[in-house]
Structure formats: structure tokens, C-alpha cells
């Protein structure tokens, strides 16, 4: 039976829902988290595709790249291991040791937002194949069924199952959200001395363990908010570690 406990992790996502987030600037949000100022920073004015964000702000660190982006009335950080040129898909080192030092730090945007009335942490895992085929193949297993055939796009479920939280007014919604990722891989092909560059398509079977709070009225304090930090990346790693649609019963 196919499970994910052994997944490479591709990307980790947090986000804080308030309804000030738009009066900061991702820059400092990035320079406030990471500790230094970012590589790049972006700022917006008119909210339209192909950028609906107010700020965003990038840079490596400590072999991580960081992005923070700042809509109207939420915060989100992505985090992905420092790419490599030729590769789009390098996995994070040590995930569990990430996870527990993101929301660590996460403090620090309790402390710089008001009125942050939710919370969500995303970790998404993923196992590369041969082709399309294949992903859909290995993502049907986990969802348990069996297709007539694996030659089908847009494949894609998912699975919430609601848990209480021990502290606070809020309970945890637990996503399992199974699918397919294609992505392209740039290659260089050396030919007569001369490297010409080579787009070669890519697939993966992907699951995204999405584990966020129920919105509330009354603002998280920052105590709470760690504490379900704490909740939340625990219950990423079990989820995981069980490897498959059962973790949500278990």
C-alpha cells in the first residue's frame, strides 16, 4: 500500500489571517522573521492578475528561500529549499527540524499583526515518476480506488476531517489534498562545445497536508498562537508519518 511517510517535502506554507495585514509591508515582515533584509521586494498598487498581492518579499537564507506575500487580510510565507538552476524540485532538508523552527518563530508575526483570527500551516510532500501515467497512478492507490485507466488529467481529491483543539475556542480542520504535479526541469545539452538549454516535463504524485484553525471572532493572543503553532506542526507530522487517508481516523 502506497504512503507518503517517506515523501520528500517540496514546499512549507504558513499563513495568518487578520484584518491589518494590509498595512505591512512584506519587507519587513521578512527582515522581522528571518533576520536580515530581503533580495527582493515587490509592491503593488492596483490588486489585478497577474499579481492580486499588496507586497511580497524573497530571499535565501541559511540554504532556504523565503517568500512572504501580504494580501488584504492575510500574511503568507512559502518556504522551499534554496534551488538548484537545473532543478525545480529540490527537497527540503530535515522537514521535521524546519517545521518545529518556522513556527517557533512564528511569534514574531503574532507580535507585529493585530486581530490574526486564524491560522493555517501547509506542507506539501511529493514522489516524482516517469510520466503522468504513473503520478496518477500512485495518487489513485492512496485515495484507494482503481481507475479504468491512468491516462486521465486534472486528478485531484481531498479529505477534511475536523478535530477539536485542547486550548482555545477554535477546532482544527485537517486536509489531506491528493494530486498531480507537472512541472518543468531546464537541462543543458552539450553539443560541438556549445550547452543549449532544454525543457524537460516532469510529474509527481503530491499530497498537501493543509492543517489550519477555524476562523473566530475574538483575536488570537499571542500565547494562543503559539500554542497552536505547536498543535498544528504536530499534527502535520503525524499525519505524515501515518502516511495515508487513515491518519484523519486514527
Known sequence: MTKI???DVLNIQ????SADARRHSAADLYTKFVGEGPDAFQSNKNLAQPAPFLS?????????????????????????????????????????????MLTETAGIIANTLN????LALVTTVFHPTDNQPAANEIAAQLMGIK?????????????NSRMPL??????MNRFLKIG?????????????????????QEYAATVAIDVNTVPVLQPLTADLQS??????????????AVGDLNGLWK
Open 5 to 7: 511517510g517517506d515523501w
Open 14 to 17: 504558513m499563513a495568518w489571517f
Open 56 to 100: 511580497s518579499a524573497s530571499g535565501i537564507y541559511d540554504g532556504l528561500s523565503y517568500n512572504f506575500i501580504v494580501q488584504a487580510s492575510r500574511v503568507d510565507l512559502q518556504v522551499q529549499q534554496e534551488q538548484n538552476p537545473e532543478i525545480n524540485t529540490a527537497p527540503i532538508k530535515d522537514p521535521v527540524g524546519v517545521i518545529k
Open 115 to 118: 486581530s490574526i483570527n486564524r
Open 147 to 159: 481507475l479504468k485507466s491512468n491516462d486521465v488529467t486534472d486528478f485531484a481529491m481531498q479529505l
Open 166 to 171: 485542547d486550548v482555545g475556542p477554535t477546532q
Open 180 to 200: 498531480v504535479l507537472s512541472f518543468q526541469t531546464v537541462v543543458f545539452d552539450v553539443a560541438q562545445g556549445i550547452a543549449m538549454p532544454q525543457n524537460v
Open 227 to 240: 500554542t497552536i503553532w505547536g498543535a498544528l506542526a504536530s499534527e502535520t507530522l503525524r499525519l505524515r
